[in-house]
């Protein structure tokens, strides 16, 4: 009798702190993916939690969106502990409508707006519109040409951009 040994599957890591950003978890098989989504995600020790986090041991948070996106795929949601100044609390104060540009996994790879087209350098954080809320909105934090912006999706297919707010009070 031979005993299988189930084969593990890639988890991408997108957003974050510097050592877990765009990493693969190796660790998971597709068995354990067909969990639910509430279930899957980790709390990541991290060596770049914010200088001014007042734990330093606090944890990167990484979960999937619900379907139907993938479950391999999971976004920085923010830390564990949330400290009081904690770069993902950053909102914009103003949003002007975009129009985004999505790539096949469903990220965010551009958007247009009046001043012109502002590429994603990088994804810095991801949370999605919770079932509490229905009339909440997906929120993107990301990067483009070394500025930091807040990207919100409305349903069903409309977009807001704005520059977000330094996290210094």
Do not use: C
């Given at each position: 009798m031979s005993e299988t040994t189930p084969s593990t599957t890639h988890v991408r890591l997108i957003g974050g702190p510097e050592d877990w950003r765009e990493q693969l978890l190796d660790h998971l098989t597709e068995a354990d993916l067909q969990a639910p989504r509430e279930s899957l995600g980790g709390y990541l020790i991290s060596s770049h939690v914010p200088a001014d986090h007042p734990d330093p041991g606090a944890r990167a948070v990484y979960e999937p969106d619900s379907e139907p996106m993938r479950a391999d795929l999971w976004f920085f949601r923010g830390w564990v502990p949330l400290g009081p100044y904690d770069p993902e609390?950053?909102?914009?104060?103003?949003?002007?409508?975009?129009?985004?540009?999505?790539?096949?996994?469903?990220?965010?790879?551009?958007?247009?707006?009046?001043?012109?087209?502002?590429?994603?350098?990088?994804?810095?954080?991801?949370?999605?519109?919770?079932?509490?809320?229905?009339?909440?909105?997906?929120?993107?934090?990301v990067r483009s040409a070394g500025v930091d912006w807040e990207l919100r999706h409305h349903a069903p297919d409309m977009w807001d951009a704005g520059q977000l707010l330094t996290s210094e009070t």
């Open positions: 609390l950053r909102r914009a104060d103003r949003h002007q409508g975009v129009t985004v540009v999505l790539d096949h996994d469903g990220l965010v790879v551009e958007w247009t707006s009046d001043d012109g087209v502002h590429r994603v350098d990088r994804v810095l954080a991801h949370w999605e519109a919770s079932g509490e809320d229905d009339l909440g909105a997906d929120v993107w934090h």
